[in-house]
């Protein structure tokens, strides 16, 4: 009989859940690839900023992003952006899903033509996560 417990590492049992979990949407969704994508902003050598995501089916997923405080309001961001939604069209991109704190950037990415279609509250301080997505 099946038994339930608690993994102090998640090593084993995360690749056996994505392994069981791909094997499924395959299933149902056909096979696709998913391709990782980075943009950074550099100032010589030293990444100040950046985006990374993923490309699953036709959905970017922006995972990461972070500019250097002093990089901060000088159209960077909106850069980035533009290139990360640029390679990921492509790649056969249609549409992009992010989200962020509401001390990061929701208005930031409504700016870029992000548009929310949820919330969760319930994170300490008041902090509210926005998400996301914007038509590519």
């Known amino acids: 009989m099946p038994t339930i417990s608690v993994e102090r590492t998640i090593g084993t049992?995360?690749?056996?859940?994505?392994?069981?979990?791909?094997?499924?949407?395959?299933?149902?969704?056909?096979?696709?690839?998913?391709?990782?994508?980075?943009?950074?902003?550099?100032?010589?050598?030293k990444v100040v900023g950046g985006i990374v995501g993923h490309l699953w089916a036709t959905v970017l997923f922006i995972q990461y992003f972070w500019i250097e405080q002093k990089q901060r309001g000088k159209g960077f961001g909106t850069k980035l952006i533009a290139a990360i939604e640029d390679e990921a069209r492509r790649h056969g991109a249609v549409q992009?899903?992010?989200?962020?704190?509401?001390?990061?950037?929701?208005?930031?990415?409504?700016?870029?033509?992000?548009?929310?279609?949820?919330?969760?509250?319930?994170?300490?301080?008041?902090?509210?996560?926005?998400?996301?997505?914007?038509?590519?």
Do not use: W
């Open 13 to 45: 049992t995360k690749k056996a859940v994505l392994a069981g979990l791909g094997a499924y949407n395959d299933e149902h969704f056909g096979k696709q690839k998913v391709r990782s994508i980075a943009v950074s902003l550099k100032d010589g050598r």
């Open 96 to 136: 992009a899903y992010v989200d962020t704190m509401s001390f990061q950037a929701p208005d930031f990415y409504r700016a870029c033509g992000y548009e929310e279609f949820g919330t969760l509250k319930g994170y300490p301080g008041g902090v509210t996560r926005h998400s996301l997505t914007k038509s590519l």
